[in-house]
């Protein structure tokens, strides 16, 4: 069942516009929801068209799918947009400005969001579904027949891997807790969802970039995060020969177009922690390792910390422009179960991060580890940080078998880097094929050859290219979505001035030690900060930031008005207050490790779960 809006959607692709006289809004602030945020849409298909006024005789832009567009003001049937979000009208039009028809697009009005989560690309998982109709899903809910009551929407898998890791996150317009089969209770969110990718889009790119995109897909760039104390010297001496051996026999294709880069690390206590030497040709990369083996000296402390250099490996490490990258992680003897934060002297890796955090991030970046155990030695925590650095980012583990020798195991490992080498160029190999170009020397390749970590290898190459999704085009649909946080993670856009008053109102309710009248006093003037002066006392706290914010709070830990707190009794008031605390230390540890992000930007991406 269709909407209104994408009836009118579909309709709008047929009509000629006729002429009118285009008129244009003026507004000193930005148009706000009740709420008191920044109005914001969302267009209803990937072939909405922004115009100059609303005459609609002059295109600006094509709106993008699922990207926010905030409001200036609105003039009769349209909006005037921006896609810059911005506190003043003056610096929002310093964006693309445009107007387009309200019955094209979607209100926004939350602040929430559903983000793919990072095994929502893998392969074996059941399909995201969704109801267009609420009544229906009430049905469900209450029976549980999937087949009497069955949803409208079930996602196209193949059209998610498709997309990138940081596409778009689906719009939130509400959302309410319902029981399922009147045991279970489910959050119900009321979403935006894109249909799937069509065989006809295309990556369309100007001819300029072509030689970077070959590069790019058909290419793959190896890592070698070495453990260089004096021990692995003998084993760093075989890898050398095996790798010589095999770029010999290698063929040229997958030799030519790959690339080798070494990471040597040692113990903390050592004088040279952290080598990274640059990539090179694969038939440069044995002898620089053989000479690299002369100089392995060091250790002593069997508990290597192999996670401060994978972090390094993936996050500090200078790259280039890479090809599929690839990290072989190779280790004796045990390694550390956390970071430690010190192998980097300039600081730049955390330290407490274990196995699977590292896992995550590496998994994010489209990562794969290729992990060895390079002795017969193996400490407690060896092999379960090598198999989960393997695991968690699909690749592999290579562990020191009874009976074998140095030479088998670093034979076995240069066949797997070359094999992983080998698949990546292939891959890539078969998407060039696929590559068209136009009358005007334009090139393009279907998207269905390409998966998400190929498309912002591209980008990170500096490749500017567009998507075109053909002549079917992309509708946006209105659906009832059930929680599922293994694939989509539930999170709400914050500014920092609002995350600060936040802190500040918990800390508040938290304090403890002064008279009534001063509480109540301090109380009101954090509500003030957020609501206004003008807020309801006898409303519940929650209710109140609920309505300004336009945030679900998960828990009742707000729920009560102002004289709540002087009513409870010390030992109650105190239990409470320790809650209260606990959920303003939540928060101010989020704003100092995202410090960066909130001052570059002026709102992120927040996890719900944060919220107290």
Request: aromatic share 8%.
């Amino acid at each position: 069942m269709f909407s209104k809006i994408n009836r009118n959607l579909l309709l709008s692709t047929a009509l000629v516009a006729l002429p009118t006289l285009g008129f244009a809004c003026e507004s000193d602030e930005m148009k706000a929801t009740e709420s008191g945020f920044i109005f914001k849409v969302v267009a209803g298909s990937d072939k909405i068209a922004a115009y100059t006024d609303t005459s609609a005789t002059e295109e600006a832009y094509t709106l993008e799918l699922l990207q926010p567009y905030f409001v200036i003001c609105e003039d009769s049937d349209h909006y005037k947009i921006t896609d810059l979000q911005a506190d003043t009208v003056d610096e929002a039009e310093s964006g693309n400005v445009g107007y387009v028809s309200i019955d094209q697009v979607y209100s926004w009005t939350t602040r929430e969001a559903l983000s793919f989560s990072e095994i929502a690309f893998l392969e074996d998982r059941p399909e995201i579904v969704a109801w267009d109709d609420e009544g229906v899903l009430d049905k469900f809910m209450e029976t549980g027949n999937a087949k009497l009551h069955a949803p409208a929407f079930k996602e196209n898998l193949e059209a998610t891997r498709m997309r990138e890791r940081s596409t778009r996150p689906y719009p939130v317009l509400g959302s309410e807790e319902k029981l399922l089969r009147k045991k279970a209770k489910k959050r119900v969110y009321n979403v935006l969802l894109p249909a799937a990718i069509t065989p006809a889009a295309r990556i369309e790119m100007d001819d300029d970039d072509v030689a970077a995109v070959e590069k790019t897909l058909k290419s793959a760039s190896i890592l070698v995060v070495f453990d260089a104390t004096a021990s692995m010297g003998p084993f760093a001496t075989e890898t050398a020969k095996a790798i010589a051996g095999a770029v010999s026999s290698l063929e040229p294709e997958v030799r030519d177009n790959s690339e080798m880069g070494f990471l040597f690390y040692r113990d903390e206590g050592d004088a040279e922690k952290l080598v990274p030497v640059p990539k090179m040709p694969l038939s440069d990369a044995a002898n620089a390792l053989g000479k690299a083996a002369e100089f392995m000296s060091g250790g002593g402390d069997p508990a290597e910390p192999i996670l401060d250099a994978i972090y390094y490996a993936a996050n500090i490490y200078n790259w280039d422009q890479a090809g599929k990258r690839i990290i072989v992680a190779v280790l004796n003897d045990d390694a550390k179960a956390n970071t430690i934060g010190t192998l980097d002297e300039e600081g730049r890796v955390p330290a407490g991060l274990d196995a699977v955090s590292i896992s995550r991030d590496l998994f994010e970046k489209n990562i794969p580890v290729l992990a060895v155990q390079a002795g017969p030695n193996g400490g407690a925590n060896l092999m379960p940080v090598l198999q989960t650095l393997a695991d968690e980012t699909g690749g592999e583990v290579l562990g020191w078998g009874a009976g074998l020798s140095p030479r088998d195991v670093s034979g076995s490992l240069v066949n797997l880097m070359t094999t992983a080498a080998g698949e990546a160029v292939a891959k890539g190999g078969n998407a060039l094929e696929k590559m068209s170009f136009d009358l005007a020397g334009h090139a393009s390749i279907p998207l269905e050859v390409l998966d998400g970590e190929m498309l912002e290898r591209l980008r990170a190459a500096g490749v500017d290219f567009n998507i075109d999704p053909g002549n079917g085009g992309v509708l946006v649909r209105n659906g009832f979505v059930l929680e599922n946080n293994d694939l989509l993670s539930p999170e709400i856009q914050i500014d920092k001035e609002t995350l600060i008053n936040l802190i500040n109102l918990y800390s508040v309710l938290a304090t403890v030690g002064v008279d009534e009248e001063a509480m109540l006093q301090s109380i009101s003037e954090a509500i003030a900060a957020i609501a206004g002066e003008d807020y309801d006392p006898e409303e519940p706290i929650e209710a109140i930031i609920e309505k300004r914010l336009g945030i679900q709070f998960r828990s009742d830990l707000l729920n009560f008005d102002l004289n709540f707190l002087p009513a409870m009794v010390p030992a109650e008031r105190l239990a409470y207050t320790k809650r209260i605390q606990e959920a303003a230390n939540i928060l101010t540890q989020y704003l100092e490790a995202n410090q960066t992000e909130f001052d570059e930007q002026i709102a992120v991406w927040m996890p719900i779960d944060v919220l107290p």
